[in-house]
């Protein structure tokens, strides 16, 4: 006679320790953190600019983010809040593939949104591959919840450096704090520093 053995189904595996950032928790969750509305944007009105310190700006539709080299990635995400977030699955084109060619002067950028949000980086953290314009997610086009049709996934940093619903970067000679980081999150934002406040 067939048993049911209850409390195997569907156990996960356990989470390796190392993965998890000081102060965090795993969720198998996908909590959305949102500072207005969603914005429900249409992709044949959607452009992708680079433009401020660079000699050659550039502005993408929607067609021609989609004909530019794809990758997808694996990474764990981490947002202040403290959840942690193992083994996400992301589409999208590297910022370095963005950035090829247009004779980038300035060392920051500033993300910026559609419905205002804001958030500065140093270009080195965007670089190398470790940034992407992400518009797919688990395989399926990115939720409007989640950033759709496109957000920033900059993974290695806490996840509000991960501008949802991006229109663009704007590069800049300096520093500009953004929008949680003028209301006194950290500059940076290392998960594995734990740099969450200003002055961690
Ligand atoms: N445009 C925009 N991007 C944003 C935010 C926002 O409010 N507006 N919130 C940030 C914060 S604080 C976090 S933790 C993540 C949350 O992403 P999620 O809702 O997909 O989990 O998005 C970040 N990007
Ligand atoms: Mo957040």
Known sequence: MARITRGFVGRRPPVD?????????????????????????????????VRGSVDEPRTWSWDELQALPR?????????????SKLDTVWTGVSVDTLLEGLGVRGGF??????????TNLPLADVTG?????????????LDPEHGGPA?????????????KWVRGLQITDTDVPGFWENLGYHDRGDPWNE??????
């Open 17 to 49: 320790p190392a993965r998890v950032p000081p102060g965090q928790y795993v969720t198998h969750d996908f909590p959305v953190l949102s500072a207005g509305p969603t914005p429900r944007i249409q992709t044949s009105s959607w452009t992708f600019a």
């Open 151 to 163: 957000r920033l996934l900059v993974p290695h940093l806490y996840f509000w450096k991960s501008a």
């Open 109 to 118: 950028v500033s993300a910026f949104c559609q419905g205002g949000y804001t």
């Open 195 to 200: 740099q969450r406040y200003q002055g961690d």
């Open 71 to 83: 990758e997808t990635v694996t990474r764990d995400i981490h947002c202040v809040t403290k959840w």
């Open 129 to 141: 591959g470790r940034a992407w314009v992400a518009y797919e997610y688990d395989g399926a086009p």
